[in-house]
Nanobody, 117 residues
């Protein structure tokens, strides 16, 4: 089992920035990918960004060019740098990990991001 702890959410103004962190612990061997999904009220959960064990990254269309995912392997931590924030980025952001041949998924508890003036 992988435990994921998110931090860094909060309130930002439109055009501002926030950085989310996700620290992994527990059975972290063979993690294939980590990343972030988000869910706004009344909407489906959507992919924000992911990074694979090989360093490849993917982004949701709505955040391309504004958000950057990175990792610190020594700290088992993934970061999401969010710039040029928009009101539509308001959501609960969930960190996830996918590991092993069975591609087992684990989720963090979620962190609220609110973009408002």
């Amino acid at each position: 089992q992988v435990q994921l702890v998110e931090s860094g959410g909060g309130l930002a103004q439109p055009g501002g920035s926030l950085r989310l962190s996700c620290a992994a612990s527990g059975s972290i061997a063979s993690i294939n990918a980590m990343g972030w999904y988000r869910q706004a009220p009344g909407k489906d959960r959507e992919l924000v960004a992911r990074i694979t064990s090989g360093g490849s990254t993917n982004y949701g269309d709505s955040v391309k060019g504004r958000f950057t995912i990175s990792r610190d392997s020594a700290k088992n931590t993934v970061y999401l740098q969010m710039d040029s924030l928009k009101s539509e980025d308001t959501a609960v952001y969930y960190c996830y990990s996918r590991k092993g041949l069975a591609n087992t998924w684990n989720w963090g508890q979620g962190t609220q991001v609110t973009v408002s003036s």
